[in-house]
């Protein structure tokens, strides 16, 4: 069993992830609305990462035979103000998210918990690789976004993800 604090952190964590998965669900329906359908697509299967991250932090928790507690998940916002800002705003949620997986890994490095530290360094690397593939996609909205045929391609790319 882990740590009743641990469990508290992996649980609030578990509805993180979840909410993660709303948020971008909630920006992938606007998205299409739009007729962005390729960042439409790429933020639904943003959306479906997250879920599988609540995934794994709910099977360690039982792994470790400890108990898992689903809490309400709150609402996403779902009023946005172009594709630009989305992205800025994913890029400050990652953010956060990030944080929370750090604050993670201190506690467990607290409770001396080698197992949980070792399990959430994997989410650590998951962190990195979000945050940049995020910030690129800002980067080039930021230089190209203005032009229509710039957006229409790059729409087009993200549309090729598929995992
Ligand atoms: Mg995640």
């Not at 933020?43 to 309400?72: C, M, N, P, W």
Request: aromatic letters at 12%; one cysteine or more; charged letters at 30%.
């Amino acid at each position: 069993m882990v740590s009743e604090k641990i469990n508290k952190i992996i649980n609030e964590q578990i509805n993180k992830e979840f909410y993660s998965g709303y948020l971008y669900l909630s920006m992938s329906a606007h998205l299409k609305e739009l007729g962005l359908f390729g960042f439409a697509s790429w933020t639904r299967i943003q959306a479906k990462e997250e879920v599988e991250h609540g995934l794994k932090l709910l099977d360690y928790l039982l792994e470790r035979d400890s108990f898992v507690t689903l809490r309400q998940i709150p609402t996403p916002n779902f009023e946005f103000n172009g594709v630009v800002s989305i992205f800025k705003e994913i890029y400050e949620h990652e953010r956060s998210v990030t944080n929370a997986i750090m604050e993670i890994a201190k506690l467990s490095e607290d409770e001396c918990d080698r197992k949980t530290l070792t399990f959430i360094d994997w989410f650590i690397e998951e962190q990195v690789e979000e945050e940049q593939a995020v910030k690129n996609i800002i980067k080039r909205l930021e230089i190209f976004g203005e032009d229509k045929a710039s957006l229409f391609l790059m729409d087009k790319e993200l549309g090729e993800r598929t995992e």
